[in-house]
């Protein structure tokens, strides 16, 4: 039997899915109905399902947040978003093989999702590869239009395992050749991305570069101390090591 998750956090919504999912496709299984984005991914995580459909727009973590944690930790679930509006969202669609359902879903459209979805069953791979290339086009054409929002989590390895971290929790970023390193009060973990990459995706009102190799979250911050030489170092509230301000940054915490 195939199996989904239904990710939506409108709860009429979400049970109105459920109703034509089950008209449309008697032998597919619900096995979880979640109303945000952090429950959907773990659902999906956990219960590797064959499908996902999700919503784009909800609290937390978006759809295509999810999707994109999906593709790391259960790369052969196939994803459904749904929305109700995001015109560009929706032009990229078109030009995929990733599928969408415009809000409120109509029964035809369903079926025609549910025969696509069938015949895709058994290109893994190449699905995957297309909800990469979407996810891309789509974070691409939102920093054109000024709107992406700061990264609100990241996906880092912790030895064989792969997590998601709130960057909330992460109390600086440091710089490890081509990868970054995320200090968080439980220990590190290797982001894939280069350190300058990764400052242009942060909330440049909470991140702050203090030396090129070093990002600091200010609210991670305990204390600050000037030495002669005009240089800082950064004191931890979770961290037992010391972090280095070099001195063209010193400026940052002139009125801290």
């Not at 994109?68 to 196939?78: D, G, K, R, V």
């Not at 994803?79 to 929706?90: C, G, K, P, R």
């Not at 025969?115 to 699905?127: C, D, N, S, T």
């Not at 064989?160 to 590190?188: N, Q």
């Amino acid at each position: 039997m195939t199996r989904a998750v239904i990710a939506e956090d409108e709860p009429l919504l979400r049970d109105a899915l459920g109703r034509l999912l089950g008209e449309a496709w008697p032998e597919l299984e619900v096995i979880a109905a979640c109303e945000s984005g952090a429950e959907a991914l773990d659902a999906i995580a956990t219960q590797q399902p064959d499908v996902a459909f999700l919503d784009i727009r909800m609290p937390g973590l978006s759809g295509l947040e999810v999707a994109a944690a999906a593709a790391e930790a259960s790369p052969a679930t196939q994803v459904v978003f749904t929305t109700a509006y995001d015109q560009y969202a929706i032009d990229a669609f078109e030009r995929g093989a990733i599928d969408y359902l415009l809000k409120p879903i109509a029964i035809e459209r369903l079926a025609a999702t549910v025969e696509r979805l069938k015949r895709r069953a058994g290109a893994g791979q190449a699905a995957r590869g297309d909800l990469a290339l979407l996810l891309r086009e789509l974070a691409q054409g939102a920093a054109q239009s000024g709107t992406a929002p700061p990264l609100t989590w990241i996906i880092a390895g912790t030895g064989r395992e792969t997590r998601l971290i709130m960057v909330d929790d992460v109390a600086y970023f440091r710089a490890d050749h081509k990868y970054t390193v995320a200090m968080t009060a439980d220990g590190e973990a290797l982001l894939r991305k280069p350190i300058r990459e990764l400052l242009e995706q942060l909330d440049p009102a909470v991140f702050k570069q203090i030396h090129r190799s070093t990002i600091v979250n200010l609210k991670a911050i305990a204390a600050i101390v000037r030495d002669d030489s005009g240089k800082g170092t950064v004191r931890l509230k979770q961290r037992p090591e010391t972090l280095t301000v070099s001195q063209p940054f010193m400026a940052l915490f002139r009125n801290m």
